[in-house]
């Protein structure tokens, strides 16, 4: 193995032992390797040792203190900002063992991402970067050893420019034990209180990165999809779903149907555990650029009590193959919240049906499995299937971000600026600082809120850039967002009810004629006053089933609910099913419609910016040496609705002209020249103009005053049609403007 392409671990050990002395090759540092066992020298290979250095840091997901024998746990080894780190080695021993020995490694690891790590070629049990590079965080997947093995040690090494730090104990050392079997079934989460004051609201953008390009094999092209998301903030005394846990009936629905019902109603009962229910829409097909269809998002709250955060959306269509988020932590241990929680994701297996491809046949599993993540491993016709056992691409990554706290901060550690600018109120941030430089046209007013209901939602306004006079002074953006509720509420309202949406309607109270049915929603968030909530929580309609009950009428299902808009801007269609379930008595043909279309409206499309083409140059503004002419462009279209805004409008170069002569006198005539030469140009444009028998003109007016009182301004002038012919002939009679650079 070339220098290149060794691991950086493996090279920096160099640094470390005289072994390695002047001369000594790359190859011959490998075969000592190999011939002492490396497993023990990468264990040997420490470097200084700080007291309270915690730049670096090994965590695994849920801060577990006790493993359950054959269950996954993820891994993470990260920098804080701004540390960074090259190369790393990440090793499992069992309590009390060297590492010398492949017996006293316990465990083993499962690769995420292999652009990012992969297994040392001399000690296979070891994770290690795949490249070096400038890094600040890696995962990967551990599975715990059988029953009986004790407690393990994860011991993390980091490689930062040409050091290797490796700590005994601290941030880069977790030691976890066996769980007693008498405790089984009990959540091996450790039950951590959280120190920290007031609120703080977090937003969560899911990226689904499952596509036919990064997943080809048996990628289901008519239905592949996303679920509607479901979660919550909650407490530790409620866990919506966990890896070794059973997935309830909720999960069940959401993992094999895509159904997010049941979920919700059971986080719903969990009233006094749960802060805020976490839902967003479903994505039809899995996967849009963004530019096309954004991220889905959602907005949550937590506090002391409920300081975790849970979701889950299906993988569609699948056997019961999901991807989420269980009980993270978004409380520190310094009493305060998480800036941001970025996390890559790959799909896990809910244990109710034992499909193993997209489109398995139902085959409910009997009984039940436990939840764990899905490996490349698990069968040949899987289409994650990888003989050599390699690991399964990432299908999606959530990007959890703090937007907001409320009510007194206790944390004792100083904000950065993210955190200072993150809390600003809108008022504090009203400051326009738009350069001088910078042209725009006025603000448009604010569009409609984005919400109907009093969820978050935004509203945008726009501005058009004119002119940039100074192009090495960046322009400021041409749009503005701002958060915004729907009518009759208001976020600074302490009286107002966070109300949840509007669960499915209940079906029909008769299945032939009319009857009646109904729909309910439940508090999400009580004021923070303390008031009651006086909005209506369920809401009841009449319903038409079957209008003719007689023997020539059929028995129909409930209209379905309406299928996603066909277009993703502007107008389309959607439509919406129901079944036939019993035709007419009288043998004759079923005349009800079993589908119903509709036009949509989504929001406006990208208009983009359209301009016109350049103007010929300016003539140089000075009579002799150098100076600097123009050009000029005009917008056409202005962009809308997000389209691409418009590029600089006016191009500056410089020009030289014949070399200044000495002496006042003579540059006063040289002056002069110029003038007369323009004037007789002129009059001679002017006399053409007038003899041209069918579009007559004008002359020249005046030049402007220059657009700006102090360098790079512009001026204009003007010809006007006199007299305009009639002929089609001589449709380029139009009137005239030029513009030159103001004379310094």
Known sequence: MGAHLQPLALRLLALTFPLVAKGFSDETLEKAAKSEGYCSRILRAQGTRREGYNEFSLRVEGDPEFYKPGNSYRVTLSAATPAYFRGFTLIALKEGKEGDKEEDHAGSFQIIDEEETQFMSNCPVAVTESTPRRRTRIQVFWTAPPTGTGCVILKASIVQKRIIYFQDEGSLTKKICEQDSASEGVTDKPILDCCACGTAKYRLTFYGNWSEKTHPKDFPRRTNHWSAIIGSSHSKNYILWEYGGYASEGVKQVAELGSPVKMEEEI??????????????????????????????????????????????????????????????????????????????????????????????????????????????????????????????????????????????????????????????????????????????????????????????????????????????????????????????????????????????????????????????????????????????????????????????????????????????????????????????????????????????????????????????????????????????????????????????????????????????MEKRRWKEARDKRRSEQAKKNLDSEQYPVCRLKPWTAWTECSTLCGGGIQERYMMVKKRSKSTQFTSCKDKKELRACLE
């Open 268 to 665: 719903r009962q969990q009233s006094d555990e749960v802060l805020t229910v976490i839902k967003a829409k479903a994505q039809w097909p899995a996967w849009q650029p963004l530019n096309v269809r954004a991220a889905p998002s959602a907005e949550f709250s937590v506090d002391r009590h409920r300081h975790l955060m849970s979701f889950l959306t299906m993988l569609g269509p699948s056997p019961d193959w999901n991807v989420g988020l269980s009980a993270e932590d978004l409380c520190t241990k310094d009493c305060g919240w998480v800036q941001k929680v970025v996390q890559d994701l790959i799909p896990w297996d809910a244990g109710t049906d034992s499909g193993v491809t997209y489109e398995s046949p139902n085959k409910p599993t009997v009984p039940q499995e436990k939840i764990r993540p899905l490996t490349s491993l698990d069968h040949p016709q899987s289409p994650f299937y990888d003989p050599e056992g390699g690991s399964i691409k990432l299908v999606a990554r959530v990007v959890i971000e703090r937007i907001a706290r409320k009510g007194e901060q206790c944390n004792i550690v100083p904000d950065n600026i993210d955190d200072i600018v993150a809390d600003l109120a809108p008022e504090e941030k009203e400051e326009d600082d738009t350069p001088e430089t910078c042209i725009y046209s006025n603000w448009s007013p604010w569009s409609a809120c984005s919400s109907s209901t009093c969820e978050k939602g935004k509203r945008m306004r726009q501005r058009m850039l004119k002119a940039q006079l100074d192009l090495s002074v960046p322009c400021p953006d041409t749009q503005d967002f701002q958060p915004c509720m729907g009518p009759g509420c208001s976020d600074e309202d302490g009286s107002t009810c966070m109300m949840s949406d509007w669960i499915t309607w209940s079906p029909c109270s008769v299945s032939c004629g009319m009857g009646t049915r109904s729909r309910e929603r439940y508090v999400k968030q009580f004021p923070e006053d303390g008031s009651m909530c006086k909005v209506p929580t369920e809401e009841t309609e009449k319903c038409i089933v079957n209008e003719e009950c007689s023997p020539s009428s059929c028995l129909v299902t409930e209209w379905g609910e309406w299928d996603e808009c066909s277009a993703s801007c502007g107008t389309g269609m959607k439509r919406r099913h129901r079944m036939i379930k019993m035709t007419p008595a009288d043998g004759s043909m079923c005349k009800a419609e079993t589908t119903e279309a509709e036009k949509c409206m989504m929001p406006e499309c990208p208009i983009d910016c359209e301009l016109t083409e350049w103007s010929q140059w300016s003539e140089c503004n000075t009579s002799c040496g150098k100076g600097h002419m123009i050009r000029t462009r005009m917008i056409k279209i202005e962009p809308q609705f997000g389209g691409t805004a418009c590029p600089e409008t006016v191009q500056r170069t410089k020009c030289r002209v014949r070399k200044c002569l000495r002496g006042p006198g």
